[in-house]
């Protein structure tokens, strides 16, 4: 498989979790101590008859974006296990080789998932 990515898919989260008016997007960066996740949260709202949206969250916003957050730290730890597992099926001279994640980016299947300093639990 190449390692080159489109501009289109190296731009796009690896996965975006939606309730009511809030999405999280999870991305994914590849980085010299490993791969890293990241979430964005935003709220969509309209404005006449456009959609535009924002970063910033009212009180009625505050369970579902706490919901959300959840949601993408689980996927997060299911992601990094099942990177982790993928990475012990491979023979061992193939685990240095670098291989195509699910949106497309590259990641080093022998790195281990970094978060901020620590690995899942």
């Excluded at 975006?16 to 809030?22: A, E, G, N």
Aim: proline share 5%; charged share 25%; net charge positive.
């Amino acid at each position: 498989m190449s390692s080159e990515t489109s501009p289109a898919k190296a731009n796009a989260p690896v996965h975006t979790i939606r309730k009511h008016s809030l999405k999280a997007s999870i991305w994914c960066n590849q980085t010299s101590a490993g791969v890293i996740y990241n979430v964005t949260l935003i709220r969509t709202y309209r404005d006449g008859d456009n959609f535009k949206d924002t970063p910033s969250l009212g009180f009625d916003d505050l369970a579902n974006a706490a919901k959300l957050l959840l949601d993408a730290e689980s996927w997060i730890t299911w992601k990094a296990l099942r990177d982790k597992e993928s990475a012990k099926d491979k023979p061992a001279d193939a685990t240095s080789e670098t291989s195509v994640s699910d949106a497309g980016q590259t990641a080093d299947a022998a790195t281990p998932l970094k978060r901020r300093g620590r690995t899942p639990k």
